[in-house]
Every structure is written in C-alpha cells, then in structure tokens.
C-alpha cells in the first residue's frame, strides 16, 4: 500500500513522501515522536498518521496474506520465465554479447560513468530501440524518460530514430512481404511520440513521479522501458542526512523492482561517478555508495581505454563479468570503429 492513497491532507503526504516514507512498511516500526522529528510535526499529528496507517495495514492485511501464501512458484517456472525473458539491443553486437542479448526486461539495470563517455546517449538509444517491431526483432514498446539533469536533446533523440529506422529496414527489407507497410508506419515522428518525457527538479519531484508510474504504466499500456538520467542528480545535492537520503533511496529502489517485475519491463538508471579513498589513494567509483550498489539486478560501468569507450560487466547475477567496446556516432550507439577515437579538448 503507497502513501499516496492514505487518507491524510495533502501537506501530511508531501512530508511523508519528502522523508523517504514511500509505503505502510517504511512505516511499520517508527514510535511517534521519531516521525515528528522526520516531518517538524507534532507528536499529537504523528500519533494520527500512524494511527491511520495502522487502520488500513489490518484493512489490507487478510487480503495480502492468501496473495503471499499463493505466491509460491517453482524453480523450473522462474527458469523457463529467464529463458523467454525479452532484451532491448543497444545497437552495439559487442556490448549485446556481454549483456546476454540486450538489456534484460524484468530487471533493473544500474549503467554509470565518467561525464562525456555516452551514458545520455546510451539512454536514448535505448529509448528508441525498444520500440522496433516485434517482426523486426524488437519488443515494440513505448519508453519513459525521466530527466534530472537536462541533459535529453530532442534532435539527438530524433537522429538517432532516424537511423535506427534505416538500419532496421535496410536488414529486414529482403525477409518481409510487408515491407512498404511496415516502412510508411516506421516514421520518425511516431518514434518520437511513444517516448514520454519527464523533466524531474528536486528530489520530491523525482519520488512523486516514481510513485506515480504505476498508474501511468498501466494507463498507458506496453510500456517496456524506463530510463532514469540520472538518478543520481538530486540526491546528490539536496541531502545532508545521509540516513534519510539512504531511506529514501532504499523505498524508491524497491518500487521500481516492484515495476520491473509487474509489467515485464526494463529499468535503466544512469549513474554518476564519484572518488573514493581506497588502498591509500583516491579512485573513482560510481555514486550514492556501496548501499546503493545493491538496489539494482545488473551494473554497467563505461570507461575510457585510451582513445576508446568500453563497458563492463560490473555486477550481475546471471553474467560472466566482461567487458566490450563501442563507439558513440551521429547514428548513435554503434560498435568501435577506428572512426570512433575520443577527441581531446586542448
């Protein structure tokens, strides 16, 4: 049960939600006076958010109990469930290898980088390849892309349409009988349309909106893909207490599992890099700490090699960890060319 439904003003629901309480269990075992500190509220208004909470955990608790007992699924289902599990290509045959095919629906993908080594653009290819036919190897799909930083260029995202509709019809215009159809239907602008943009502002506005992609996902139907750039901004720069950025994280992590697994999509969250003191010197890791390192299925790490942009396999548990170059061209994300060399700004 989501916050958002409680019968609580307005006001109340905004500060639970600023503070990290996301659903009734984030609620489950906190005493009064420690939510009144969380939210600058009274004890005497504490005392009747938990109440209500507590009303509506015994409401829906007879309920929840027969859908956990008969939950229970078998080993042989969940693999057979893997084995059909679809895949977003990234345009790059390389870096499809490592990842088993693609970027895995059902699942929560962490990618992260150094600034400039193609996290945004990675992104959006995704945003357009989930969209390819399913005729055409695709999945057919719509996108969602949540923008914390500003960072999503519409003409960017328009070329890279472009070319993925070219590449798709010059590999499959020998194979199918409907090729004009699928060709007049194949237009940029219609790429365009199935990818929902959110311009994200502030950390409250990044949780809003997450809790609010249930109901939109649902809405809008065949949703495969989700992309965060980046979940890292806000919360980077908006938290002194680490304890409640780590709650907040924590509950915004769990629901976008939770969407993964409902609607058999693919969650993409790019991340930022930060330095670390290891081993008596400073290196670089990716951001929001080791904690936070557990909140997603896989993680993709970008890297400079010399003049050439690589990712590795970082964490999953289903890959080998590997690794595999690509390049970042005017058609987007493709494989590593000798074209495809980092350009030094003097």
Known sequence: ???????????????????????????SSISPPELARALNISNHEAAGVLKV??????VDGAGESHAIINGARTAWDILRDEQTLTRITTSCEEVDTILG????????????GVPGIGKTQLGIQLAINVQIPVDYGGLGGKAIYIDTEGSF?????FQIAEACIQDTLDNFSLK??????CEEKMQPKAFLANIFYFRICSYTEQIAVINYLDKFIAEQQNVKLVVIDSVTFHFRQDFEDLALRTRVLSGMAL???????KFSLAVVLLNQVTTKFIDGSFQLTLALGDSWSHACTNRVILYWNGNERYAYIDKSPSLQ?????????????RSATSNSKRIKVM
């Open 1 to 27: 049960m989501e916050i958002s439904s409680l019968p609580l003003s307005p006001s109340l629901r905004s500060k639970l939600l600023s503070a990290g309480y996301t659903n009734l269990c984030s609620l």
């Open 53 to 58: 909470v507590l009303q509506r955990s015994r």
């Open 101 to 112: 095919g693609g970027i895995n629906c059902k699942e929560v993908t962490e990618i992260g």
């Open 153 to 157: 260029m519409v003409e960017r995202v």
């Open 176 to 181: 199918h009988k409907d090729f004009q159809v």
């Open 255 to 261: 629901k976008l599992m939770k969407l993964a697994k």
């Open 321 to 333: 960890s590997a690794s595999a170059s690509f390049s970042v061209t005017s058609k987007g994300i």
